[in-house]
């Protein structure tokens, strides 16, 4: 560890933040100019000003800053005051940048910090960064920091103190800044991440398979087109244009509904296929495909026209142009020389679901319209049908197909309603619906089924992944994020009002339902989140906790067999959590006006696979879920669970535990490493039980042992090189070594803050050569692009779900 004269912490040759003469002339230039827009007339800048400039959450920053930043004391700062400000915080030197932040934390100026000035502070580093925790957990936090500070115990931290405490962290001093001040600092080059190359190995390792099936399309393409126009070859260019298309076409609008069969690709994933076509893409290609087939059908109709034409020009013709183009008289076609008219119908057709099929008309709040018109494929294969006369044998049997997994689908889905048993509205607008299991209902960890709610919708199916485990045999979970206009009728239609205990006969019917709910006496009710929920450490803006509980037989071992979502307001003493321990039957009700019991009908079309039915046969599986991207891999995790519980025992005696040697046959993993991403701190309370069980299974391994960990970020918290936050950073780090747990989330993981360091995440994954790595993904497109770039870089295989 470095002392104060080393260069760790003096302005030492090479320092990243040494601006050369050109650059700092630029950024004089730039600062002058922000300077100019903002300050008034009299060329000065007033405490309003700057707050709002500096665009920060809480006005205690802002007002230091200012404070420091005025350095005559007149109320106002100059252009001169802000540029010597500021060029020693954007490049300074560590000990320049350590005594601004000693100042900013000695808040009455008397040269040294008491516990109270720095309960200020990291009060405000709180909200800064959208982080609200208890006011008892708040003097925790100031206390763990204070009591590590004050080395010598005179109650005050001195600047050598702080300095000494700051030792731990040379690379934050380094880089700290302001990073609200971005008004003030010249915006960076745009740089541009390079693309892998077509040809590398890394490209090839994750797309081969892509471009294997795209080169086969590209060919038949050729080949059909090439043997078509060439039979024709007598009858000039346009002929031989026509059918070429024409015979591409019988093709593509026949085998474009195969790539919508999600029961045949289902099945498809299951067999050795899986590893050669690529199935995750079937929803894109569907989309190439149809680009291809209105191109196709264009160029087939300027074709024909340009034919018509010349026909029509032509001394022995009896028809004219529009006869040839919109009539039946001339005979073209093998059904009554339906040919041409078909066609102009075909072509109105296609254009219509072609341009009802934009992403602007699907997430635009018009999903009905992108349905509606997409069900014309049944009057253009019949229209296909009479305009071709070879069309109808491309069609037997991938229609054949189609029209039987159709048929399959609705008989399954319509056979019996089902209902909707309970709701849940969590944070962030998140319904988490508990729907009554069918018996024959069978799926996989990540799989996905289609949802309609009659009361919402009526012709409304939209697609959701089952967040529960397949070993759930009672109920099947979904969580659904309120983001387009059906999912945000289904969290209002709850949040309004109860739709089951209102009306006539109110208390009856709530009578009723709540005894058709209980459950067998037989049944125990085991907390699974006493780690971190029943202590109080999930923290919201409103201290709400999240409690997550499963049902289980006595004497057997937990399945998740069901789910119960409760929120309350009232935190468990020490006392019930061990009285809980012994009598696991022992539950403390906690009703809210978030959890409902209600019996509302639907109906669901499924389970359909996903890329992350892979994980399982992986070897070293990196799950990255992004806010309620997680949904999938709460059910894979619950299911790993599950099966680890399963190969343990107890013995009765002596309480002995030990695991099975035999593993799964489908489950080769060695390590998981799942990250999850949000926003905000509400967004962890969707799941952080099932996460602190997962953790508190491993803490029961010997090390080598443990295949799981566990990395949370938080994005709306600002990292430990802004100065607004470095303390409660230091402060969080120090209680979460002490109480061993995090202040954010209860986990043993301690929540990272702002964004991952992808490059440094995958080289740790990389250095742990647990085998060969591949990377799951749930979450935004735009996210998706840049961990995909990474895994080419690491020659990672990347999954990435639709979301």
Not at 250 to 273: G, P
Not at 390 to 400: C, Y
Not at 404 to 427: G, Q, Y
């Amino acid at each position: 560890m470095s002392a104060l004269g080393d260069t760790a912490w003096t302005d030492s040759e090479g320092f990243r933040g040494t601006m050369n003469a050109e650059e700092d002339a630029k950024w004089l230039q730039w600062v002058t100019h922000q300077f100019k827009t903002i300050a008034g007339e009299d060329g000065e800048i007033n405490l309003q000003d700057f707050k709002k400039a500096l665009k920060v959450k809480e006005s205690f920053f802002a007002e230091r800053f200012f404070i420091l930043f005025d350095s005559d004391g007149s109320g106002t700062i100059t252009l001169q005051e802000l540029q010597k400000a500021l060029t020693l915080l954007i490049h300074g030197s560590p000990m320049d940048k350590l005594k601004f932040l000693f100042q900013v934390y000695d808040v009455d100026g008397s040269g040294s910090i008491d516990p109270d000035e720095l309960r200020t502070v990291l009060q405000s580093c709180l909200y800064e960064s959208a982080i609200s925790l208890p006011q008892e957990k708040l003097d925790q936090l100031t206390l763990a920091l204070f009591e590590s500070a004050d080395k010598d115990c005179s109650g005050t931290i001195t600047f050598e103190e702080l300095r000494d405490e700051l030792q731990r962290f040379p690379e934050v001093m380094e880089n700290l800044t302001i990073s609200a001040a971005h008004w003030l600092t010249p915006p960076a080059p745009q740089r541009h991440r390079r693309q892998p190359r077509p040809l590398t190995s890394a490209y090839w390792h994750n797309h081969r398979s892509h471009a294997l099936c795209l080169a086969v399309f590209v060919g038949l393409h050729v080949l059909l087109f090439a043997l078509a126009a060439h039979a024709y070859r007598a009858l000039g260019a346009s002929i031989m244009v026509a059918k070429g298309c024409g015979q591409c076409l019988n093709f593509d609008c026949s085998f474009i509904a195969v790539l919508m069969l999600r029961r045949c690709l289902t099945w498809l994933r299951a067999t050795w296929l899986a590893q050669v076509l690529p199935l995750d893409r079937n929803i894109q290609f569907h989309q190439l495909m149809g680009y291809v087939v209105v191109g196709l059908s264009l160029v087939h109709t300027v074709a024909h026209v340009v034919n018509f034409a010349l026909r029509a020009q032509s001394e022995a013709s009896p028809f004219r142009f529009w006869e040839f183009l919109l009539t039946t008289r001339p005979g073209i076609g093998w059904v009554h020389g339906s040919a041409s008219p078909t066609g102009v119908a075909l072509l109105l057709l296609l254009l219509l679901m072609f341009a009802c099929s934009s992403s602007c008309v699907r997430r635009s709040g018009h999903f009905e319209v992108f349905y509606w018109t997409h069900l014309s494929y049944l009057p253009m294969w019949l229209l296909l049908i009479l305009h071709g006369p070879n069309f109808w044998k491309w069609l037997l049997v991938p229609g054949t197909l189609f029209f039987l997994e159709k048929t399959i689908s609705l008989a399954a889905s319509r056979m019996a309603a089902l209902h909707i048993v309970e709701v849940n509205l969590l944070p962030s607008k998140v319904t988490h619906l508990l729907i009554k299991r069918p018996p024959l209902f069978h799926y996989r960890p990540g799989d996905y089924l289609y949802l309609n709610i009659p009361s919402i919708a009526r012709y409304e199916w939209h697609p959701f992944t089952i967040s529960s485990a397949p070993e759930q045999k009672d109920t099947i979970w979904l969580h659904i994020r309120s983001e387009g206009q059906w999912t945000n009728r289904l969290f209002e239609s709850f949040k309004k009002s109860d739709p089951v205990l209102c009306g006539p006969k109110r208390l009856s019917r709530s009578l009723e339902m709540k005894r058709s709910q209980k459950k067998p006496r037989d049944l125990q009710r085991q907390p699974i989140d006493f780690g971190a929920s029943a202590q109080g450490a999930v923290a919201s803006n409103k201290e709400v906790i999240v409690e997550l509980t499963s049902y289980r037989p006595r004497g057997a071992p937990w399945q998740g067999h069901e789910g119960l979502v409760n929120t309350g307001t009232k935190d468990r003493t020490q006392a019930q959590r061990e009285a809980t321990a012994q009598d696991p039957a022992l539950v403390c009700e906690m009703p809210s006006e978030n959890h409902q019991f209600c019996n509302i009908k639907c109906y669901i079309d499924g389970p359909y696979g996903t890329p992350t039915r892979r994980i399982f046969a992986s070897e070293h599986a990196v799950l990255i879920g992004a806010g309620i991207g997680i949904t999938p891999f709460a059910s894979i995790l619950q299911s790993i669970l599950y099966r680890h519980q399963k190969r343990k025992h107890v013995c009765p005696n002596c309480q002995h535990s030990w695991m099975d040697s035999a593993q799964d046959e489908d489950m080769k993993l060695h390590k998981v490493d799942f990250i999850w991403i949000n926003r905000d701190q509400q967004s962890f309370e969707w799941f952080v039980s099932l996460l602190t069980k997962l953790e508190m299974d491993q803490a029961e391994e010997p090390q080598e042992g443990r295949f799981l960990e566990l990395h949370m970020y938080m994005t709306s918290a600002l990292s430990k090189n802004d100065i607004k936050a470095l303390g409660l950073q230091m402060a969080l780090d120090l209680l979460a070594k002490k109480e061993k747990k995090d202040s954010i989330t209860g986990l043993q993981a301690r929540t990272q803050p702002g964004r991952p360091d992808w490059n440094k995440v995958f080289q740790k994954v990389a250095a742990e050569k647990k085998g060969k790595v591949q990377v799951f993904f749930c979450g935004s497109p735009a996210l998706a692009k840049i961990l995909k770039g990474h895994c080419e870089q690491f020659s990672f295989k990347f999954f990435q779900e639709n979301f």
